[in-house]
């Protein structure tokens, strides 16, 4: 028993030391424009991303959509497969920003569905998109008004 106490303890104390060797800024830049290296590696830095590292992971996907979008749906499928500390995956990287001025999610909008639609892999992120843009579309609208 104590030397599975002792590993467990051995095992945090090493993903907090890789969470801390991580070049975030660099590898959320990669995994944004799409570059297969650093969209390969979202696994591993799922494994050790607190709740912001990961809210950025998945930020960073949300731009990979339209960057590599084969490449960024064959990693939420992965993300998708697992239970991640704090990753939640396609659920919320395929919704795009939310909190952003209505120039900004109305561009992503754009962008992204045509580049999801330019493959028949993506449904269910097309479909999350539409969703999450017509709802964003109906508040916004009662805003105005």
């Not at 959320?28 to 950025?56: M, R, T």
């Not at 919704?95 to 999610?105: F, L, Q, T």
């Not at 992120?125 to 508040?139: D, H, N, Q, S, V």
């Amino acid at each position: 028993m104590r030397r599975w106490v002792l590993f467990l303890l051995l095992l945090c104390i090493a993903m907090n030391s890789m969470a801390a060797n991580i070049d975030w800024p660099a590898a959320l830049k990669g995994i944004a424009a799409g570059e297969q290296v650093w969209l390969d590696k979202v696994p591993e830095l799922a494994a050790v991303a607190d709740v912001n590292q990961s809210q950025d992971v998945e930020a960073a996907l949300s731009s990979a959509l339209s960057t590599n979008t084969a490449a960024a749906l064959k990693t939420l499928e992965v993300i998708d497969s697992h239970d991640w500390p704090h990753l939640v995956g396609t659920d919320l990287v395929c919704m795009g920003p939310i909190n952003k001025s209505a120039a900004e999610i109305e561009a992503f909008y754009q962008k992204t569905r045509l580049s999801l639609l330019s493959t028949d892999k993506a449904a269910v992120c097309l479909w999350i998109l539409e969703a999450t843009y017509e709802e964003w579309k109906a508040g916004n609208g009662k805003l105005i008004k």
